[in-house]
Structures are given as C-alpha cells and as structure tokens.
C-alpha cells in the first residue's frame, strides 16, 4: 500500500510506526517504505521530488491512500503512473 500526499510540488510519505501503519498491518497490508526516495532538510525527514523515480515505486502498488485534501489540484501526473502499471 502507498500512502502519500502532494504539497507545494513536493511529495510526502507515511512514517512508520504510527496508527495507519497499525491499521494496514491489520488489514493485511504494508506500507510501502519511500524514505530512501526522500530529501534531507534541515528539520530530520524529507520531502520527495523525484517524480519518475516515485511513480516507478507507486506503480508497484495495490492501494494508494492519499492522505492529502487538494487531489483535484496536484501536479502529479495520473496518466504516467497507469502507463508505469501497464
């Protein structure tokens, strides 16, 4: 399962251990890890900005859950990452 948002042209993962991760394993699921696809920043965790390398991830797998509110408005391409799961 993937579980990212867009924001301001950047991409932000899931983190676990927290109550989704707990949610999904119940489910029978696991989280896809994109730490190693993140920025360093100053603060400790990053953003992602490599958009093919994440759409290469995120075409592997089942279930995105979007934890965002602005999915009408992302820059994010839909059409690339059908073409990526093909």
Known sequence: ML?????????YSATCPNYYCELVEKAGGDIIDLTNLETASVTGRGSITDFTAFYEVAATSDVWIYAGSNWGSTTMSAAVLVRLAQ
């Open 3 to 11: 579980w990212a948002y867009e924001s301001n042209g950047a991409l």
